[in-house]
C-alpha cells in the first residue's frame, strides 16, 4: 500500500474511534513499518490488546494467546515481532527457535507472569510430590520449564479434565483456577493456606490447588459493574474474561478467551455488548462488527500492553531490538509443557505417562 492508501484504510474502518490528524500521523508510521517488515522478512503478530491503529495498520496475525502461539510455530519468516507482552514473545521463541524474535518494548510485563518464578514452581513441588503442575501461558519460560503442561484462557478446562488427577497444581492466576475449578467440579484451595485446611478437607478430592497471581486489568472489574450496566443497559449482551472474579463471570452472560468472545459475537444476534477485558479491544472489536455497539467500561488498560506502540514497532525492526534469547536448558522442557498443552485434546494423560520428564505418579 502507498501512504495515502494506509491513511484511507485506517479511515475507514477507525473513523469512529481516531481523530483524524491521529490518524494522518499513525498513517505515517504504519506505512514505514509495512515498508521494512518486506525488507526484513518479518512477521507482525498482535494480540487484541494492541491499541487500534497499530492492530489494524501492520499486524499480520492477531489473535489470544493461543492462537499467535500456534502462527508463531508455523511461520517460515525469518524475524518474529511480538506486539504483546514478553511472555508472549518468550513463547514464540521457545516454539520456533530458529526464528529472530523481537519483543518491541522491553519493558512490556505482566502482572501475572511477574507473580511468581521458577524457584516457587520447585517449592511446590516439594510441598505437593507427584502433584502434576498445570501453568497459564500467561508465565516466564522458567516457571513453563518446571511444569508439566501449559494451558490458555481458551483450553484450561480440556487441560484440567484430560489429566484425569485428583489433585492439580494451577499457576499463576488465582481467579482463573476459580473458575476452572467450578466448571471441573473441583475444591478450590489456595496453595499458601493448604497447611491450615482441616485434615478431612485435605482428604476431599479432585482439588486444584492454586496461586494467588491476579491480571491487574481484570480484577477491577466487579459485581456492582456488570448490575449497574444492566440497569442502565437491559439489553446488553456481558462478556467476561475468565481472569476476572467468579463473580463477575458469574453474573455475565458469557465467559471466555478473547478469540471466544470475538465468535461469540459474531454468532449473536443481539445488537449491545459489554467486553470486561482489557478496553483497548473494544475498538477493535467494534472495528469487525461496524453494525453491532460495543458499550465502554475501561477500568484501567494494561500498562505493559500500552507500551507496545507503533513507534516502538518501528524502532525495534530497524535496530533489532529487543530480541529474545532463551537458553536451551530453559527452552527444551517450556517447549515440551506447551507441546503436553497441544496434545490435551487428543489425550494429555497418555502423553504425560509417555514422557520421563513429568512426575512418576499422580496423586
Request: glycine fraction near 4%; include cysteine; charge should be negative.
Amino acid at each position: 500500500m502507498t501512504r495515502g492508501e494506509v491513511y484511507i484504510s485506517l479511515k475507514r474502518i477507525l473513523r469512529d474511534a481516531v481523530p483524524d490528524a491521529e490518524l494522518r500521523i499513525k498513517a505515517e508510521l504504519a506505512y514505514e513499518i509495512n515498508r521494512l517488515k518486506d525488507e526484513k522478512d518479518a512477521l507482525i503478530l498482535a494480540h487484541h490488546y494492541m491499541e487500534p491503529v497499530l492492530y489494524h495498520s501492520v499486524a499480520d496475525i492477531k489473535g489470544d494467546s493461543l492462537q499467535l502461539s500456534r502462527a508463531a510455530a508455523q511461520t517460515d519468516k525469518r524475524m518474529i515481532v511480538f506486539c504483546g507482552v514478553r511472555f508472549m514473545a518468550e513463547t514464540a521463541k521457545i516454539l520456533n527457535p530458529g526464528r529472530t524474535v523481537l519483543l518491541p518494548s522491553d519493558a512490556a510485563g505482566c502482572s501475572l507472569a511477574e507473580s511468581i518464578g521458577a524457584g516457587e514452581v520447585q517449592q511446590l513441588r516439594r510441598e505437593f510430590p507427584g502433584v502434576p503442575v498445570v501453568s497459564y501461558i500467561n508465565t516466564s519460560a522458567e516457571v513453563k520449564a518446571e511444569s508439566d503442561i501449559c494451558c490458555t484462557s481458551a483450553n484450561a478446562v480440556a487441560v484440567i479434565r484430560s489429566l484425569e488427577a485428583e489433585r492439580v497444581i494451577f499457576l499463576p492466576d488465582e481467579y482463573l483456577a476459580r473458575n476452572v475449578a467450578d466448571q471441573t467440579d473441583r475444591m478450590f484451595i489456595d496453595s499458601s493456606l493448604c497447611r491450615s485446611l482441616d485434615p478431612s478437607a485435605q482428604q476431599q478430592s479432585p482439588k486444584m490447588i492454586a496461586w494467588h497471581g491476579r491480571c491487574e486489568v481484570h480484577e477491577k472489574y466487579s459485581r456492582e459493574d456488570v448490575e449497574n450496566v444492566r440497569r442502565q443497559f437491559p439489553d446488553a449482551v456481558i462478556l467476561a474474561h475468565p481472569e476476572c472474579k467468579p463473580e463477575v463471570v458469574g453474573t455475565s452472560d458469557f465467559s471466555g478467551s478473547t478469540s471466544a468472545m470475538i465468535q461469540f459475537i459474531e454468532e449473536s444476534s443481539a445488537r449491545r455488548f459489554l467486553l470486561l477485558t482489557e478496553c483497548a479491544m473494544r475498538e477493535n472489536v467494534a472495528a469487525f462488527f461496524p453494525g453491532k455497539e460495543m458499550l465502554r467500561l475501561c477500568s484501567v488498560r494494561c500498562p505493559h500492553m500500552n507500551r507496545i506502540t507503533l513507534e516502538s514497532v518501528l524502532d525495534s525492526l530497524r535496530r533489532r531490538q529487543y530480541e529474545i534469547e532463551i537458553p536451551e536448558e530453559i527452552r527444551l522442557p517450556a517447549a515440551r509443557a506447551l507441546e503436553r498443552m497441544a496434545a490435551a485434546g487428543a489425550s494429555a494423560a497418555q502423553c504425560l505417562k509417555k514422557n520421563p520428564r513429568l512426575t512418576d505418579s499422580v496423586s
